[in-house]
DNA sequence: CTGTTAGCGCGTTCAA
DNA sequence: TTGAACGCGCTAACAG
């Protein structure tokens, strides 16, 4: 009602923003600014009547939310920092997808970090991105650098591992068998009657998911009894020209080959359209198989055999896990294996 | 020197946190505060020798900046938003990521936002990330509600808007000039000698700039006495199967079509595989031309014909030009027309 | 259900 | 070059 308080601002503000504040609004509506808070964050905390007059303040001010403000007062935003090792392969970007549109969906915008496979870049990345006081945060692999273990342990707050699966994670962990998923693709290849396969990757000193299938692809292979160690890679990024030169590579070493375990679709797409060229029939000459069941791979003449990782709802599951620690319902499974699907075509 | 100060803490603090705060590194190097701030932000600002305490005490404690708290004292974070129109179509992906890594790499962070081609959830998206006090802004596309552009325009931080070329941008712009990659395809096609033309898209009622490109298209095929207006849509995501679709459904309607002007690589692709199931022959039967080029162009058989655009490189200097006006440099230019370049190729 | 008070952890401003 | 004080805008905590 009175005017003459000493002006709260001793000295000029500090920003020449004109922003409407949460104050402006409770002015306007004749209530505290606490109030004002409540009618937004927690509505049913206020009585239909205020939340009434303070929902129209808001919109006749157009008043936005400082949420900066807000995150430093509760000591946390609503921003996921999602921390990926690239955002050229195209599998980790349908994972952020289902990642981003859950997390949109619930209220929360995700922060996007990419470390270039390198754990160091991981490290201080999540450094950093901590600063933001962030809900919760999602990132790949089970392997890190020690002490961006030991930080996000004592963090106290909602962590997803993505992509692989496998004992020690920090707090949940979403993803796939790579070890099993290698398996499932050999034994598809030793019961098509296939015996002397080759596996071929590129870029698998950083990508140690590759490897993982490789494991499981040779120890299949070794427990049938065949040549178990056929292994041919470069160390480029995955392309189609890429599957082109290592699939050209490995006919000129081994013309005997009669089957191709690929690291992933890509890689099979580029040999599929290079043999294509060649006059090489499929699976007539060669057989080829791979990994992570791309829609490209149904279009290929061969269609492509391939074992099938459901990305998005691999994003979309990290998501949801997230969400239900962050709304304090019971955290059904800390780990979730997403599966895959060995889906057998005409290139088998 | 006396610790008897009545304990800044009247009641316990409000989170159990036990974060180290910039309070306590200046404690153990025997500074202020503010000096630690200084060190940190501004470090030439500071005596190298207290700059050293304080580094070491940083170390020693493992400090890590609240960006919030700091991004409220300074109003404004190291984040920019960025807003895409979805995440499943592989050209905002590309672009992306040319703005993550260029921003990544100068210290920002990338806040993901997508609208679904919706200009209202743009809107509030966009309103709500502003509540971040981002450092600047980057959207896609010069369309938008009124309500966003005045809000930005008054907002007085940069801001870039990508994809698309044309006269009233808010701040900056980077982009394609649509229509004139629409006819330069049209031309080309004109120039081989075909004459009955059609234009195949999807999705073309969200995407317009798939329409302008349709429109430029139509202007040069009018400008030759041809055909003009030949157009083949379904409001389907775009995908393999559904360029795949679009060419069956143009073929049976107009046989007698010699040319197809795709709205992107990924229809082309998928019409393509289908041709060559099928015994089609390309150019002979009918030529195919597209938008974009993806990488999977140039393995298709026949190659694809296609106006290709530097995506990644747009992303890059769409960060580069916020980063410039962020660090105060001379804005070059508030607009940069990223071109595209026609490769001509066997399908056309 | 509503209001009061007191910070959240920093950087700006002003003074030395 | 260093420091003291103040407040950014909001919400947690504690009354009423």
Redesign the interface.
């Known amino acids: 009602m009175a005017k003459e308080k000493p002006s709260p601002r001793g000295r000029r503000r500090?920003?020449g923003?004109n922003r409407v504040t949460i104050d402006d609004v409770a002015k306007e509506a004749g209530v505290a600014p606490i109030t004002v808070s409540r009618a937004l964050n927690t509505p049913d905390k206020v009585s239909s009547k205020l939340r009434a007059r303070v929902d129209q303040a808001v919109t006749s001010l157009g008043y936005?939310?400082?949420?900066?403000?807000g995150?430093?007062?509760s000591?946390g935003?609503r921003?996921i920092p999602v921390v990926v090792p690239s955002?050229?392969i195209?599998t980790f970007?349908e994972v952020?997808?289902g990642i981003?549109?859950t997390l949109?969906d619930a209220g929360y915008?995700?922060?996007?970090?990419?470390t270039d496979f390198d754990l160091d870049r991981e490290t201080s990345l999540i450094?950093?991105?901590?600063?933001?006081?962030p809900s919760g945060v999602i990132l790949t692999g089970l392997k890190h650098n020690d002490s961006t273990v030991q930080r996000l342990k004592t963090w106290g707050r909602p962590v997803v591992e993505i992509m692989e699966l496998g004992l020690p994670c920090i707090d949940m962990n979403v993803g796939v068998d790579n070890p099993r998923a290698g398996a499932c693709m050999a034994q598809h290849l030793l019961d098509r009657g296939y015996r002397r396969i080759a596996f071929l990757g590129v870029g698998m000193a950083r990508d140690y998911r590759a490897r993982q299938r490789f494991e499981g692809h040779r120890e299949v292979l070794a427990a049938a009894g065949v040549e178990s160690d056929l292994l041919f890679t470069s160390e480029e990024p995955s392309?189609?020209?890429a599957g082109?030169r290592v699939f050209l590579e490995a006919l000129a070493a081994r013309p005997d080959l009669d089957a191709l375990h690929f690291a992933n679709d890509n890689l099979a797409?580029?040999a599929i359209?290079?043999a294509?060229?060649q006059g090489i029939r499929m699976p007539d000459d060669i057989a080829m198989g791979s990994y992570l069941g791309l829609?490209?791979g149904e279009?290929?003449?061969p269609t492509l055999t391939t074992v099938s990782v459901p990305r998005f709802e691999m994003g979309v599951e990290a998501a949801k896990l997230l969400l239900e620690r962050l709304e304090g319902r019971p955290p059904s499974q800390p780990r979730i294996d997403i599966g895959y699907r060995l889906i057998a075509r005409e290139s088998t």
Not at 109 to 114: A, I, K, R
């Open positions: 500090h920003h923003d936005v939310p400082n949420l900066i403000a995150g430093l007062a000591a935003t921003v955002l050229s195209l970007i952020v997808h981003q549109q949109e915008q995700v922060l996007l970090g990419s450094d950093s991105v901590l600063g933001y006081s392309s189609y020209a082109r797409a580029g359209l290079e294509n060229r829609s490209l279009h290929l003449s």
